[in-house]
């Protein structure tokens, strides 16, 4: 959830469709005391994370679309506010989109979750951890 007036430790990004996973680690967080922005918090809990992405990717017109731009900027300023990055595997595009921003922004950047392949550019992450407890482990 985004508060105007606060800045972050860590902006988690990742799939809306990896919901469960996101909040988990956003509540481990938050249980040790840090700040963080947690994006799939404001929406709504009565569709599945299915149904809502479903929705969201049909939406005509979406560069116009008033509430698509206010995700974005919403996300963006948010980015600005943060210490740190987390990407939480699986991600999409625009998870994928957000790190390169972090990275540009000269934030701390880092992965949780599995990368098998080789992929050159996730030489940007400045910490990898195969798992949300391995990480939340790391912190203490």
Known sequence: ?????????????????????VLELTKKLRDKGKRVY???????DEQTPEEYMQKFESIPNWREDKGVREMFEKDMQ???DSEALILLLPAGKSAHIETGAAYG???????IGE??????LYLLFD??????????????
């Open 78 to 80: 948010a980015l600005k």
């Open 38 to 44: 947690c994006f799939v918090e404001d929406y709504d």
């Open 105 to 111: 922004f000269g934030k701390k950047c880092i992965l």
């Open 127 to 140: 910490e990898f951890y195969h798992s949300i407890d391995l990480f939340i482990k790391d912190l203490s």
């Open 1 to 21: 959830m985004y508060n105007a007036s606060m800045t972050y430790d860590y902006f988690i990004s990742s799939r809306f469709r990896n919901k469960a996973a």
């Open 115 to 120: 990368q098998k392949e080789t992929e050159s």
